[in-house]
């Protein structure tokens, strides 16, 4: 008697897989859907690697978080009691985003005398790079140098960019802001009068500053050598007096002045004032 055997096949579970890209720049994020499934839906679906995936539910997927390279998809569809891998033949390329930076020498801050800075490039960055500059009020975007050096036409606050941009088109902004201080001015008396009958904006030996200075030191010596003033306060003046409140004769006196300007320059001056009766 023959025997009479029913073979249920299933069918293997598929689908197709979309992106909304299979490239792009750290921090890359895509979205990836599975449709056109066959025989029908699956029970389960497991991605690989699975670090990277994230459901968003309605067959709707995240891929995020992956680093710098290749990175090559799977998918296991599960469909009562059959298992199936696909393979994705498009494969996930991350490329590196550039880390743009810049220092500043000798600093943010430079006085008019001395208008040049240099900029120097610290971007990093695993593929190459073309880098861009931008100089607020000078040459905009069209230097191309990679750490170049700019002499700014005038005083002022200056916005400078550096944008960088990989062969794979991602890029990366750093931004700073520099200052030109105006021409330093001022001002040191040749002689004056400690005359309480004169006017008063002669009766000292003062120095008159137009900006807010640093370390100021101002020192003034007799025909001998010997210190007969010394301060460190810019509204303070000599009144032609010893310390111990002596008058001191008339004639010359040699005077030292030294302070920083907010640049971090130095300023020593020397020269002689004459004291009169």
């Known amino acids: 008697k023959d025997t009479v055997l029913q073979v249920l096949v299933k069918a293997l579970p598929t689908a197709r897989v979309s992106s909304t890209a299979w490239s792009g720049c750290v921090p890359f994020e895509a979205g990836l859907q599975l449709h056109d499934f066959y025989p029908g839906k699956p029970d389960a679906c497991f991605w690989q690697p699975s670090a990277y995936i994230s459901s968003l539910g309605n067959d709707r997927y995240r891929f995020s978080g992956a680093g710098i390279g290749t990175h090559a998809l799977s998918v296991i569809l ?48 695993t593929d190459s790079v073309n880098y861009s500059w931008y100089f607020q009020g000078t040459y905009g975007w069209q230097v191309k140098a990679f750490s170049p050096v700019v002499n700014f036409p005038a005083p002022g606050v200056y916005d400078v960019r550096l944008r960088a941009v990989s062969e794979h088109g991602c890029s990366d902004e750093a931004f700073n802001q520099v200052k030109v201080n105006p021409p330093l001015r001022f001002f040191v008396p040749d002689a004056f009068t400690p005359d309480d009958k004169l006017p008063q904006e002669n009766n000292e030996f003062k120095v008159s500053l137009a900006e807010s200075v640093f370390d100021y030191s101002l020192q003034v010596f007799n ?18 007096r010893t310390p111990d409140g002596m008058n001191c004769p008339v004639g010359p006196y040699a005077w030292s002045l030294r302070f920083r300007t907010a640049s971090g320059r130095e300023v020593v001056e020397q020269g002689t004032v004459l004291l009169l009766r």
């Open 78 to 125: 599960e469909r009562s009691g059959c298992s199936n891998t696909i393979l994705i033949p498009d494969s996930v390329r991350v490329f590196a985003t550039p880390e743009a930076a810049f220092d500043v020498l000798p600093g943010t801050i430079v006085d008019w005398e001395y208008p040049t800075m240099s900029f120097r490039n610290r971007t990093f960055c």
């Open 223 to 240: 025909r001998w050598g010997q210190k007969v003033f010394v301060s460190d306060r810019t509204e303070e003046g000599w009144n032609g």
